[in-house]
Nanobody, 122 residues
């Protein structure tokens, strides 16, 4: 099982970037996928999740209206489009997979990938 997050880097305040989570080794169509982040010295925070059926999405309050999650079943990939970035968005971003439910809770995630660092700076 692999979830490979990419797309991180240094981004200007107010700028945009898109993260990708390429998955393999499990049946993508049966898993909800979520993005979580952890900033230095802070607890892990859920950012956005998308259901296995692509019918439901969830966004954390701090990113609502700025971030968009989407999934491509042909590529077994989930994306996180991040717009209007702020310094407080600086964190390591992780993608994770949840089977059989859509709780978007980190303790319910079955698989985790290694993170990708996003740094937002002026």
């Amino acid at each position: 099982v692999q979830l490979q997050a990419s797309g991180g880097g240094l981004v200007r305040v107010g700028g945009s970037t898109r993260l990708s989570c390429v998955t393999s080794g499990f049946d993508f169509d049966y898993y909800a996928i979520g993005w979580f982040r952890q900033a230095p010295g802070k607890e892990r925070e859920r950012v956005a999740c998308i259901s296995s059926s692509n019918d439901w999405t969830f966004y954390g309050d701090s990113v609502e209206g700025r971030f968009t999650i989407s999934r491509d079943k042909l590529k077994n990939t989930v994306y996180l489009q991040m717009n209007s970035l702020k310094p407080e968005d600086t964190a390591v971003y992780y993608c994770a997979a949840e089977v059989g439910s859509f709780t978007c809770a980190d303790y319910n995630m079955d698989y985790w990938g290694k993170g990708t660092l996003v740094t937002v700076s002026s």
